[in-house]
Structures are given as C-alpha cells and as structure tokens.
C-alpha cells in the first residue's frame, strides 16, 4: 500500500544510487547539471564537512514560504519532526519573512524548505529545475530542499530524511558546495508529430474561444507539463499563420475552416493532420476526443522511449470510446447546487453549463438519517462513505461508529487521493473525506486528524477563485503511473454559502466558477480515459424558484432543502448515474467498486 502524508511520505527508492522520483519503475537520475546521467552528490573537492545537527543541539530554524500552502507548510513540519524523532533535537519552525531583504545572500543557519524568497531556492527554480525535480543544496550555511512544484519538494523531504539525518550518531551534517537534484522520470523523450520535434507547434485557439475550446488547450498543455516538463504557446487565430500548429476548435485557419458546418453524432469528434497542422474539432465537450486521440498517438509504451506519430489526414470523424473499467474517480461537488441554482445562472448570461451535455444524466435524492432535509456534514458523509448519518456528523454512523470513506478505500487500493475545495479544509464537506467526528463544530479536531492522515496526496482549502488553477495542479500530481490510479474530490462550497445569503449574483458567480472547473475536467478525462467523472451535490440551499412572470429567479429560504439535485456523469461506468433517481449514497458506493470495494455504506 503506498502511503503518503501530502505526497510526503511517498517512499523513495534508492538503486545504485538513484532516487526514485514518481516514475512508473522507480527511478531517476541526480546530477548536478538537471540532465539525465551521472548520480552523485556534487561539491568542492576540498569542501569542509560541517554537522548541523548534533550532540542534542543545533543553531538552526526551519524556514517556509510565508504564503505557502498547506502542503508545503505540513511538509516542513514533517521534516521537523523527523529530525526531532531522530535526533532527539526540536528546531525552531518559521514563515521566510525578513525586514530587510539584503540578508537573504548572506550565511544563515537555515533549513529552507519549499519556494521561498531565499537565494538558492529561487534560483533552483529559476535555473536547475523542472517542474517535477527536486534540489537539496548546502551553501552559506544554508540547507535548501526545492522543487519545481510542491509535489517535487515534497519528494526532496522524503529524500533528506532518508538520506541526510543519521539516526544511529544522531547527526546531519552536509559539505560546503553540496547539491543534489533527483530527476523524475518523464514520459516524454524525444517525441515527434510528423517528423517535427512536438516542441516545435504552437497551440492555436479561435478569437473569443469558447470556455471548453481554452480548457482543451489548458488540458493538452497539462499533459505536456506532466509528461515532459514543458508547455506550448498559446495564440488566437489572430497571429500569422506558422508552419506547425495544433487548431483546436473553430479557428480561422483554412486547415481548420474546412470543416465548418461538419456534423457530429454522439461521442464523435474530429482529428486531422494537413500541410503541417493538427486540427482538432468537435462538438462542445466532444472536442476533448480529439485531444485525447492526439495524446494516445503520441504517448510513448516506454518511459523516454522515441515517438513519430503520425495523425490521420482522411478527413474522417472519429468515435471515441471509453474503456469499460475505470481506474480512477473525479467528484465534483457544488454545495447546495440545485437545478435551479444552474438556471438562475443560465438566465443570467451563463452560456452552457457543460454538465448538462454529458451523456448520464441523473438525480440523488439527499435526506438524511434523522432529517428530510440534509446539511452538508450528512450529505457529505453520505456522498464519502456510502452511509446515511446525522446531520453534522462527519464520517461518522449515527450510532457514532468511524465509517470508512471512498478515498481512504482508494488509498488502501493504492492510488493516489486529493480533496481542495473553496471552503475552509476543515468545512464539512472536505471533512467527510479525510476525518471521522460526531460534529461539524469540532474544527480543531478535523484539523488535526487531516494533519496525521498518511494516505492522502495533496489537500488544499480555501482557493476561492484558484479553485481550477489548484485542480489542475492536483492533477497532475495524481496523475504520476506510479499510482494505482487516483481519486479526487473537488468542492464549490460558496453556492451554498451565497444561498443561504439570498445573495443572486453571489450564486451566479459560483456556479459559472464551477462551471469552469467542469469544463477543465471534461477535457481531462478524455486524456485520461479511465478516469470516471462525476458532478452533483451535497444538497440544494435558498429554495430558488423561477418567478412567476418567468423573468429570473428567487429565493424562498435561507436554509437547505430537500429536492433532489442533479447527477451529470461522463467515462467508463457512468450510465449507472443515467436514469431513476439514487440515493446519495450511491455515489460513494460507485467510486469505492473502482477498487474493488463492494460492500461500503450501509
């Protein structure tokens, strides 16, 4: 079972000296360049060994981003405890704040962890490292662990504590000049569309695109980052035509304009090569199946093994077909999100919510154990665990018995497994997945089991109007082929919020937010295709109606309700969302089977 504690307790790997670094067989290289080959430390031959941590005393203080995340914040405080547990000495533990910045170069008896305003970690960043590499560096008296994501720095904790801190002396020391980056293991080598280095195109969207047309080049260029460490630039059709691009959408390029007014049946979509550029076209979210197409053709079967692929150039429409298992999960959840909450935001000037094209189209019914109408501890605990339960339980049955949730069964599975929402990390709806408490009120309580889990990848709160720039950073996290696939909840919670306000244009904003997030996640999981995608909520909040004159909508409450609310579902196994309405609990059921789970909930 791999555990990890905000991807920090990824176990590392060590062969011939090699550390492992997400990679589907365990390896990467370290050197002192970045580039793959030699795996060795690096310093001056004559560099003074100096021990940092020793005889139970040590001048130094751990230091981390003062707006770093949760993620990096935990993974500081891990470090800080595996040097306590090992050495026996409890450092200091600080935000990089200073009041005069001409410091910074100076010597500093500082164990920095994570993006900071400290020399070395910028500059790694700058200089060294991709995305996925991580860098432990020993200069100015100055320990530094960096990645070029928090995923990456994260393996670099992992990495010092197997490998810096001796437990039997009870020591850590390091030598002057000291570096070392682990390398991750890309997918990507030497990748070729049509005999041209796939770094030479550019990704070409239409004037005004439309939100799924930027999300399919968001999501393309996603997969270049997870798979290579590099993206393309971005233009509109506007710019001079170049000798090789990728057309995605309705662009104004004759490669692309030829097949206006092209038909599609369901699941279809188009992928074309001609005189140097890729089209790619499709029907609202169905423009995702060519992406997806194109990324299948290029994906190499080995790590960095060499690809030419070559696009089809017959003018033919593609069907695409999903696999008929899935191995990973994605729930979106938009608190207090009911049918009419997504019309008040149509009426508005939303332009589609792209739930509503999906191809399962369903409702679940939300009442609770001891209520007809649910809060979101309940209706939360339900969608995680399979269980019906008290309102403001978290995770809990309502006899009070700690019951298993869908993340944790996929963690035990060995996947992967991440929540962010826009509420706070401790709200009960992120609480049903990661923490067991008779109460929503005991925020301290959630909080302190979130900190212990062991067996989550990344979790995020409070991301307000980041919530798909977050996502799409998780996701690439999760999607590392080390992992026994992945789950992933992502929660709206300011719908309910605005609701309970009667705040209109608060719920508008909301709802086109998680829109947004659905669009991303639509062109996803054509990338990844064994990922099953599902939307819905927790419950409905504020009563809207439409008004009887049908010119927008109202509120009738400030409280929850009791309808039913929306299932939209797409990918391997989700036409068992499309028909008769389902108990909430349905949804975690569903999830857990990708496991191999049959029996959560009650």
Known sequence: MKKRVFSFLLAVVIMIGLIGCGSSDG??????????????????????????????????????????????????KRLRTAITDLTGVELPFTDDWVPDTSVLEKPAFEIVVGQTNRVQSTKAIAEDLRERDFGIYFENDRVTVVGGCTEATLRGVDYFIENHIDAESKTISFADGFSYIGLYDYAFGDVKVEGVALQDYTIVVPQGSSLIERSAADALNDYFMSSGSFTLDVVDDTTEQGAHEILIGATSRPQSVKFDGLTYADFEYLLDEEDGHIVMRGNGYMLGGAVGTFTSLITPEENGAPVDADIPSDDIVGTFVFPEKATSGILLIGDGMGYNSINAALYAGLEGFVARDFPYQGESITYSANSSITDSAAGGTALSSGYKTNNGYVGMTPDEQIMPNVREVAADAGAFTAVITTDAITGATPGAFTAHVISREETTLIEKQQLELEDISYMEGSVDDKLVDHSRKALRILTDDEANGFFIMIEEGYIDKNAHDNDRAGVVETVTRFNDLIAYCSQFVFIYPETA?????????????ERDDGKGYRFTTGDHTGVNVPISAIGPGTEFFGGDPVENVEVAKFFARIWGEENLGG
Do not use: F
């Open 533 to 545: 995608l599902v939307i819905t909520a927790d419950h409905e909040t504020g009563g809207i109606t």
């Open 27 to 76: 390896s990467a290289d370290s050197t002192q360049s970045g580039t793959s080959g030699t795996a060795s430390d690096t310093q001056s031959p004559q560099a003074q060994e100096k021990t940092i941590v020793a005889d139970a005393a040590s001048d130094y203080v751990i230091i981390r981003g003062m707006d770093a995340s949760e993620m990096e914040i935990a993974a500081a």
